[in-house]
């Protein structure tokens, strides 16, 4: 007469298919579910920190706290010369300021004239450039990487972060961020 299998060789033969089940389906959920591209950054609703920066390129004014406190909503944009998105997101930029927004930059770890030479090439939709070379203010605003852009009220306070480049279906949302900033 044969013994029957002890129960703890069953649950051994049968532990390793369930945890591969359970991996698998928290895969398949985590590429089913949407992604949440809302950035709940920390310096929303507070203001730009305390900074004056150089002209990051001849010709253009630097950039100060003081500059966004003007009574009215601007874009401040972190880029850099060497960014391949922030070339990219040229187009969207360029056809902002043509639609009235004031925009202002931050380049990050950029010398003049390779600065000088991205605005020829790209086109230069920025009303003041300030240059960052220890990355000080783009920390200081919360900004991770380049390109992001924030919206600033009239009073200098961070309303909106946009992380990554401006894409064409992302003008709408960055419209409505200024309008929302500016009543």
Not at 33 to 50: H, T, W, Y
Not at 79 to 106: H, M, N, R, T, Y
Not at 151 to 171: A, C, F, N, S, T
Request: charged letters at 25%.
């Amino acid at each position: 007469m044969s013994e029957p299998e002890p129960k703890r060789s069953r649950i051994a033969i049968w532990l390793p298919l369930a945890l591969f089940g359970a991996f698998f389906a928290l895969v398949i959920w985590g590429l089913v579910r949407p992604a949440d591209r809302e950035v709940a950054s920390a310096f929303i609703g507070k203001p730009l920190p305390q900074f004056a920066l150089d002209a990051a390129t001849d010709g253009q004014p630097g950039l100060s706290t003081a500059d966004f406190k003007v009574g009215k909503p601007k874009l401040l944009n972190v880029f850099a010369s060497w960014c391949v998105p922030c070339a990219i997101e040229s187009p969207q930029l360029d056809a902002l300021a043509k639609q009235g927004v004031e925009i202002d930059g931050v380049a990050i770890r950029d010398r003049k004239e390779d600065v000088a030479r991205f605005l020829a090439t790209n086109g230069n939709p920025f009303q003041r450039i300030g240059k960052d070379d220890l990355s000080e203010v783009q920390l200081g605003i919360g900004s991770s990487g380049v390109p992001e852009t924030f919206v600033i009220d009239g009073k200098g306070v961070i309303r909106y972060q946009h992380l990554g480049e401006i894409r064409p279906e992302d003008m709408d949302l960055i419209l409505r961020k200024l309008q929302e900033a500016g009543q």
